[in-house]
Each structure stands twice: as structure tokens, then as C-alpha cells.
């Protein structure tokens, strides 16, 4: 499973982003949990959120909770980040996995090569 994530960008506080991850191969991503995580210099990897391969269960982190929202149509997985602020400011990874959803990135063995969101105040 190859991943290719876009969308990310500069934008001011409170602003808005969207991002989007498809697959750039062959498989079909109908059939994996898809999660979105970021890492910030310096900092460790964290979840972000999560949806499992039906879409009816998702998970948010408490920080993004209200804020983001992920999505899922077919082949593709969207982040929509509302209200960004300058601690959201971190690198963004989508990542799949075939057998569990979740906050937990070691459960994740396919990722993208992430795409930089950065929020200025």
C-alpha cells in the first residue's frame, strides 16, 4: 500500500486546511482503517484521528476533538481542520492498517510520506 498525502500549507490561527491522502498504488483502500497522525520537531509521533474501514467508528484525539474532522470516500481519507492553531503546527502522516483502528501507530504499517502543516499566530 502506497500513500500520498496533500493539503497542507501556511495558514494564520483559526484558519482552515483540508487534507487529503488516496493511495498511489494498486490497492484499494476500502478495506483498511485509515488514521491521521502528526509529529512536530522535537516532539514524538502522535494520533491525530482515526477511521475504521466501514467509516461508522472513528477516533479523535482530546486535542483536535471538535475542530477536525475525518472523513473517508472509496479510496481516500480527508482531514478537515478548522479552528488550526500554532501548537497544530507539525507534520501530518496518513497511515493504514488491515486489522485494527486506532490511536496506536505501531499498529499502522503503511504511511505516506506526510505533508507540513504550519499555523502562524
Known amino acids: 500500500v502506497q500513500l500520498q498525502a496533500s493539503g497542507g500549507g501556511l495558514v494564520q490561527a483559526g484558519g482552515s486546511l483540508r487534507l487529503s491522502c488516496v493511495s498511489s498504488?494498486?490497492?484499494?483502500?476500502?478495506?483498511?482503517?485509515l488514521g491521521w497522525f502528526r509529529q512536530a520537531p522535537g516532539k514524538e509521533r502522535e494520533p491525530v484521528a482515526s477511521i475504521r474501514w466501514g467509516g461508522g467508528s472513528t477516533y479523535y484525539a482530546d486535542s483536535v476533538k471538535d475542530r477536525f474532522t475525518i472523513s473517508r470516500d472509496y479510496g481516500k481519507v480527508y482531514l478537515q481542520m478548522n479552528s488550526l492553531k500554532p501548537e497544530d503546527t507539525a507534520r501530518y502522516y496518513c497511515?493504514?492498517?488491515?486489522?485494527?483502528?486506532?490511536?496506536?501507530?505501531?499498529?499502522?504499517?503503511?504511511w505516506g510520506q506526510g505533508t507540513q502543516v504550519t499555523v502562524s499566530s
Open positions: 497511515a493504514a492498517s488491515s486489522t485494527t483502528y486506532g490511536p496506536d501507530y505501531h499498529q499502522y504499517p503503511y
Open positions: 498504488g494498486e490497492n484499494y483502500l476500502g478495506s483498511y482503517a
